[in-house]
């Protein structure tokens, strides 16, 4: 039960602001791979609630474990490898490791602002009351 707390602490850790440090995932893996492996491990006794776990290191070091966030839904090796560029790994104040979706993942969206004219804009001001009087 200790763990599941642990694990609710580390995975509420998802914005980056609440991580101590954080690398993109090849700078992590330079330092603690070379290799990065993915299971599922179970939580409940009758295994049908799981959560997602990392590894980084080889044979010659020791591993280095990683919890996932909520946040990423599929979790294979080939979609690991096509969204490399946003995923992060995080350092929590309490000293786990988080791999994370880059919050600056995502699509942008141009505002498309209407030519300035000549004309004023409507004083919307002038309609505004407060306490009966107008200003």
């Not at 490898?81 to 994370?100: A, H």
Request: charged residues 30%; glycine residues 6%; contains cysteine.
């Amino acid at each position: 039960m200790n763990d599941w707390r642990i694990i609710e602490r580390s995975l509420g850790a998802d914005v980056v602001a609440r991580f101590k440090e954080s690398w993109t995932l090849e700078e992590f893996l330079k330092e603690h791979g070379p290799k990065m492996q993915i299971g599922y491990y179970p939580v409940a006794n009758d295994g049908s609630i799981s959560f997602k776990r990392c590894r980084y290191g080889d044979v010659n070091k020791d591993w280095v474990y990683s919890y996932v966030s909520l946040r990423i839904t599929e979790f294979t090796p080939d979609w690991i490898v096509k969204n490399k560029e946003y995923l992060r790994v995080g350092k929590t104040e309490l000293g786990d490791y988080v791999l994370y979706l880059n919050q600056q993942h995502g699509s942008w969206t141009n505002v498309e602002f209407p030519e300035a004219s000549d004309e004023k804009p409507e004083n919307i001001f002038s309609k505004l009351k407060v306490y009966g009087k107008k200003f």
